[in-house]
């Protein structure tokens, strides 16, 4: 589908510096707190927008809207539930007023005295509530490499995952937004099979790449989604960092998965870069052999090009950037994995969150965990500062960024940032 807002010739009245994620053709959405105040946002450049008061002075007024509240609420769940056809609105309204040919909003000088900020002068806030979260194990790279590492390297996938989007239902409590801290967890390891287990920090915490689609429909529980219609129920998508703690997973995941391992603390970027600006950027999905069951059966582009990184920023020194992967990889797409998640009849509410699994890639510097990129600890990782990693220190800085280009535009996802601290006495 083709919308105005993603015009590659735009330009915006606002200053945009050079390879910034956040064009005209973006306009994400997130969650500004500034001077007392919580409210929706968006950003061009370095600039935040407060929505509030594009609406206290009007500007939505002739969008149809029935209900502008959302634009006054410390979260974006009553915004998102207003759905597609709402979202898209107000992103062609806040493309036109912010385009380099529009004077409406430019020359009204008190609008832009309180809703234009430096985004250094806001703290962003984590956007949504999250109800609930599922993680799913979507990357046929990185479920391969993990069962080469720990189970039988012929047989390294296990029989269902080619037939179904393996996921789990996970902890949302602990989910934070980018600049938050997290305390390295404690709980039970066994490193040696020969021995008891034993109670202590996790010698073992790795990053993992991921990103994260936000729902913005509501269903009734026995409803399904089907999979040609599961995108109208997505919002958009945020980067991700699953953070882990590989030594308790290993001892606590038989029989029932993940649990203390998973759910000491995971970062989401602050800003949801909808659907929408991503248009430009589909592209076609692996071949997935055998063909699945017609209820996850898609056609057309589903996959998305976007560029991921990770860095490492060592206590002292500079960061070093120790890989390159790509969302286009995953082998289950989000409409496949939204289908499946609700085919149960399970309900699904705005805000809830859905994250792809380690997004790995098919070359050892595209591996989106220090698992697979130090091969289980075999193959140490050298800094810049000569220092080298195996799994993830104390005090340690994990930056995840995301852009996708297609040599016209630029649209990004700005920063997800966390510092590892020592575990809490």
């Known amino acids: 589908m083709t919308y105005k807002a993603n015009d590659p010739s735009l330009k915006s009245w606002i200053n945009v510096p050079d390879d910034s994620d956040f064009p005209i053709q973006n306009i994400p959405f997130g969650i500004i707190s500034y001077q007392g105040n919580i409210v929706p946002a968006t950003i061009i450049g370095d600039t935040v927008i407060d929505l509030s008061v594009l609406a206290d002075f009007g500007y939505f007024d002739d969008l149809g809207l029935e209900d502008l509240s959302p634009f006054y609420e410390p979260v974006l769940n009553s915004f998102i539930a207003m759905g597609k056809q709402a979202r898209v609105a107000v992103r062609e309204r806040l493309s036109e007023l912010f385009s380099i040919g529009c004077s409406e909003l430019k020359s009204d000088v008190d609008s832009c005295k309180l809703a234009l900020h430096p985004v250094s002068e806001v703290e962003l806030l984590l956007p949504v509530v999250i109800g609930d979260y599922t993680d799913f194990y979507s990357s046929i790279e990185h479920a391969t490499n993990v069962g080469i590492m720990f189970r039988d390297p012929a047989n390294a996938l296990l029989p269902n995952w080619r037939h179904l989007p393996v996921g789990y239902h996970g902890r949302a409590s602990s989910i934070v937004v980018s600049g938050t801290n997290i305390h390295r967890p404690k709980g039970q390891t066994r490193p040696d099979d020969n021995l008891p287990p034993v109670f202590g920090p996790s010698k073992q915490v790795d990053f993992e790449l991921e990103m994260g689609f936000v729902a913005s429909g509501q269903t009734a529980l026995g409803d399904r989604i089907?999979?040609?219609?599961?995108?109208?129920?997505?919002?958009?998508?945020?980067?991700?960092?699953?953070?882990?703690?590989?030594?308790?997973?290993?001892?606590?995941?038989?029989?029932?998965?993940?649990?203390?391992?998973?759910?000491?603390?995971?970062?989401?970027?602050?800003?949801?870069?909808?659907?929408?600006?991503?248009?430009?950027?589909?592209?076609?999905?692996?071949?997935?052999?055998?063909?699945?069951?017609?209820?996850?059966?898609?056609?057309?582009?589903?996959?998305?090009?976007?560029?991921?990184?990770?860095?490492?920023?060592?206590?002292?020194?500079?960061?070093?950037?120790?890989?390159?992967?790509?969302?286009?990889?995953?082998?289950?797409?989000?409409?496949?994995?939204?289908?499946?998640?609700?085919?149960?009849?399970?309900?699904?509410?705005?805000?809830?969150?859905?994250?792809?699994?380690?997004?790995?890639?098919?070359?050892?510097?595209?591996?989106?965990?220090?698992?697979?990129?130090?091969?289980?600890?075999?193959?140490p990782l050298t800094l810049s500062d000569g220092t080298q990693r195996v799994f993830v220190h104390d005090h340690d800085t994990l930056i995840l960024k995301g852009f996708a280009t297609n040599g016209k535009i630029r649209v990004g996802f700005g920063q997800c940032v966390t510092k590892i601290l020592p575990s809490k006495d």
Request: aromatic fraction near 12%.
């Open 226 to 379: 089907p999979v040609d219609e599961a995108e109208d129920h997505i919002f958009g998508l945020m980067l991700f960092n699953d953070l882990s703690a590989r030594d308790m997973q290993k001892w606590e995941y038989v029989p029932l998965g993940p649990f203390l391992s998973k759910s000491f603390g995971s970062v989401v970027s602050p800003w949801i870069v909808t659907l929408e600006a991503l248009e430009p950027f589909r592209i076609d999905g692996p071949l997935q052999q055998p063909a699945v069951l017609p209820y996850l059966q898609t056609t057309g582009k589903r996959n998305f090009d976007i560029q991921l990184q990770v860095y490492i920023k060592p206590a002292s020194g500079a960061a070093s950037l120790v890989c390159h992967s790509n969302f286009k990889y995953m082998y289950w797409n989000m409409a496949q994995q939204l289908a499946h998640q609700t085919v149960n009849g399970c309900n699904i509410n705005p805000g809830d969150l859905y994250a792809s699994g380690t997004i790995s890639g098919p070359t050892p510097d595209s591996y989106g965990s220090m698992l697979e990129l130090a091969w289980k600890g075999t193959k």
